[in-house]
Structure formats: structure tokens, C-alpha cells
DNA sequence: CTTCGATGTGTACGACGTATCTGTCGCGAT
DNA sequence: ATCGCGACAGATACGTCGTACACATCGAAG
């Protein structure tokens, strides 16, 4: 009932050819969210929000991805694309390196770390290609199959489980608009203030007084990491 | 202009008394909420599914809490509250044991592993509770107040890592009704097939074929935790 | 009996994901 | 040169969600 609506010819040459075609492609669709993410937050990403990022109907995207769960894939694929392993490293420097390359491109996406675990559990091609690269520094070491992935899956893990937490952190501080973390303190002071004060928590206001690399979070990432691996090296007889 | 439309007199004594006031309480709330969310997923969990199966308006339970976010914040406290460390063990058996009952929380309740983070990291009375108990048996091993702290939050990170990945699988199982993790396999087999085809993944391949503890999950849970325990003892010497 | 704060109700709005129908382009076969 | 078809994008609409806001109703204190 719209279409025949008054407008005619004129009109209708007036509207912008709707482009030569092929305007969209799962290409410009990834690029294009992960923009609108790295930019604005994940809950910037609208499947509307992207189509007029795109220029085009809200609908339109669906030609490419079958929902919005898609496009998260499509996206986390997107951004993997860049995180290669050098080869030539042996299992405990490919591991590292691995878990610090993940974390550099957690920090430079963080609505990466924030999805959803389904999301980020995707079978992706350029998340295959990252674990078959770190299962390939362990298959020289004659472990049992059973073996080589835990031992995989636990740095992968340990790698996850930090980076949620520490980018929540951080995306309470820029939300909130803070310079950096010792103004977030102050800003969650009173309800941790409010903890405290019930003295139920001893030895975390000890830590809370006497701890001097609460802000360096590489620190932190790191020390854990280097643990983990000693375990694989200790209980694996190297 | 609802209120004074016909509805008169008998109407308004047909209604049911407004109930003997005090129908909620942020305990119900909490109770219901979780209720609902381990029958039948986070998903299900909604301002107003949540009123009905309290009997009550949707806009009532805002009175308790401010959002969804809050509301969220008040489950996570909730289960937390059954997670206990038992005194006087040793560091090595504090860690261990509060990693296990944490995953058998998190397996109780499926939707806690589906967080956001940012739900996750809410610094909850009974969340705080367990670390505080955590770094109790910390407390006497002379570390300082970082590391102890690092030490604590890798073992959370590589828990809520696992459990990320484990219940992100066991979703995927009972979403398509599957009786066990062989059949997801065989119904995430096409895909994996189409990966496989590729050829661009032997390592991974090799796994696939020669593993034989692929569907036992505690076991790979607990390998992971113990090589992180072993690194910690070697480290820190003990 | 009146007044008041605490508590639950009713209604409504805007944003979101997405199903479906419709129009239009480009290309290959006739 | 034309026709038709399949791939592509537009337009519209529906149902659901979170939640803002104004109102009604209760219990108890004055």
C-alpha cells in the first residue's frame, strides 16, 4: 500500500540507484560490526545499527547471516584472523605466546571477552587454525592425545576466564568514564567501603592495604600464566 | 482512563484483595528467579515471566531491584550462598576444593557459566565470602599481598574458563535434546566433517581420532587444575 | 479518622530481533 | 535484442523485551 503511495517516476529517479549490487558481503558485514563494537560497546551492535552503518535496509544483512548469533561468529572469526603463532617455538614459548596474543587482542576488542560463552565457543576457521598452530608445538612432545588437549584447553581457559574479569574491570572504567584505575577505586569505594565495614573480610582489606601492583594487570596475567605452565612442565616431566 | 472506564462496584470486589502486602521480598525474588533460570535456561528469565511466577505485576519487583542487572547480581548471590569451604586445609586442598564445588555449582546451575562477564564480577557478600575463605588459607603461606591475590585469581580465571567452555557445551547438548555428548558429535559432525575436509587441521584431526577421554569432562577439568596446583607448589616453593 | 510512606497496579513507549512480501537488478539462454 | 530467472535489497509489520511514570491501595502512627 506504500508503493503505489503518490510517488511517481521523479520521484522514484530521485531515490539513489540502489548501488550496483552486491553492496554487502560477510566481508564488509564483519568489518563494519566490529567497527560499531570496538568504537561503542557491544550493545552498540543492532542488527538495525549495522544496517544503516552499512547503508542499507535492516534486512538486509540476513542474506549473509542467518540471525544475530551469526554475525557474533562472524565477527569473533573476523578479528581472530589477525592472531598468528610464529612457528619454530617449542611448546612452552608457543603456549605463551599464544596466551599473550590473546590477550592483546582481547584488549584491543574488548567486547571480545565480554560475549557470551556460545558465542566464543564457535567452531570458527580462524579459531581452528589458532588451536591446530599451538597443538602442533605440543604433538612434538609424545604426549597422548587426551593429555596434549587438556593441556591446551587449560591455558585456553586460564586465558578466558582472566581476560572476562579484567576486561569487565576495564569496561566499568571507561563507562563510567574514569582516566584509569586507581579513579575507579575511588569511585567503587563506598560499596567496597561498605564491605569492609562489616569486617567480615580481613585478609581481602589486608591485601587491599598492603598490596602495591593492584593496577598492573599485565603483572597479574602473567604471573598466573607462568604458574600454569611450570605445572605442565613439573607434572609432565617437561 | 482505564480506571473509571465501566468497571464498577462489583468489578472491583471481584478482584482479588491486593494480597496482605509484603507478597515479595528480594529472598523470593531471588529464589523464583533461579528457579526459573535452572528449569529452563537464562533465557527464560524475564522482568515479566519473572512477575508472573510471582503473582504480581510486571513492574512490581523493580521496588527490589533497580534492573535486570540487579536482578542477575541477586542470583549469583543467591546460589553462592551453598558454597562453603570447609577450615582448616591446606592451602593446596583450599584451592582444589573450592575449584570442584564451584564447577558442581556451576553445573547445578547452567546459567551461571552464561553470564556476562560483567554479571560474574558483581562483588556479591557471598562471592566475597569464598574468597575471603580462599585466601584465609593463603594467609599463612608468607606470600605477599600480590601474590597471594595472583594466586587466587588464576585459579577463579581457569575455573571460570573451564566452565565457560563446558557448559557452553552441555547448552549446546540439552538445547537440541540430546541424550549424551556422543550424540552431539554426531550431530555437530557435518560441520566438524566440513573443517576436517579441509584438511588444514592434522593435528587436530589426530586427536579426534585417538583420544579416549573426549567425553570425560571431569577429568579434564581436574588435569588442568592440578597442573596449575603443581605450578604454584613449584614457583612459590611450596 | 486522617495522613503518610511503603508497596503493588496499569498503561504505555521505544528498541530490538526477525518473518514475510515485494520490487529490482544483472546475466545467461534463447 | 529480449526474455526470464535467480540473487539481492527494500519495506512493512509483529511480538517481546526492559522499564518510565502515574495511580491505587494498604498498615500504622498521629
Redesign the pocket.
Known amino acids: 500500500?506504500?508503493?503505489?503511495k503518490g510517488e511517481s517516476l521523479w520521484e522514484?529517479l530521485e531515490?539513489p540507484?540502489?548501488?550496483?549490487?552486491?553492496?554487502?558481503s560477510p566481508q564488509r558485514i564483519a568489518t563494519t560490526a566490529v567497527a560499531i563494537a570496538d568504537a561503542e560497546g557491544l550493545e552498540a551492535?543492532?542488527?538495525?545499527?549495522l544496517?544503516t552503518e552499512l547503508?542499507?535496509?535492516?534486512?538486509?544483512p540476513?542474506?549473509?547471516v542467518s540471525?544475530?548469533?551469526d554475525l557474533l561468529e562472524l565477527m569473533v572469526d573476523h578479528v581472530y584472523a589477525d592472531l598468528r603463532l610464529p612457528p619454530g617455538l617449542d611448546w612452552r614459548q608457543s603456549l605463551r605466546t599464544l596466551a599473550v596474543r590473546t590477550r592483546e587482542l582481547m584488549l584491543q576488542h574488548r567486547w571480545l571477552a565480554q560475549l557470551s560463552p556460545q558465542a566464543k565457543l564457535s567452531l570458527t576457521p580462524n579459531r581452528m587454525t589458532v588451536a591446530e598452530q599451538a597443538l602442533a608445538a605440543l604433538d612434538r612432545l609424545d604426549l597422548d592425545a587426551d593429555t596434549m588437549m587438556s593441556v591446551f584447553r587449560a591455558v585456553d581457559a586460564y586465558v578466558h576466564g582472566a581476560m572476562s574479569y579484567e576486561s569487565a574491570v576495564s569496561a566499568l572504567i571507561s563507562e563510567q568514564s574514569l582516566s584509569d584505575a586507581h579513579e575507579l577505586r575511588t569511585e567503587l569505594a563506598p560499596l567496597m567501603m561498605w564491605h569492609m565495614q562489616t569486617g567480615r573480610y580481613p585478609i581481602f582489606q589486608h591485601y587491599l592495604r598492603t598490596a602495591t601492583r593492584k593496577d598492573d594487570t599485565s603483572w597479574q596475567f602473567d604471573t598466573g600464566l607462568d604458574c600454569l605452565l611450570d605445572g605442565f612442565a613439573t607434572r609432565l616431566g617437561i
Chains 1, 2 share one sequence.
Open positions: 500500500m506504500a508503493t503505489d522514484r531515490r540507484s540502489p548501488a550496483p549490487r552486491q553492496t554487502l551492535v543492532t542488527m538495525r545499527r544496517a547503508g542499507v535496509a535492516p534486512m538486509a540476513y542474506r549473509y540471525g544475530k548469533d
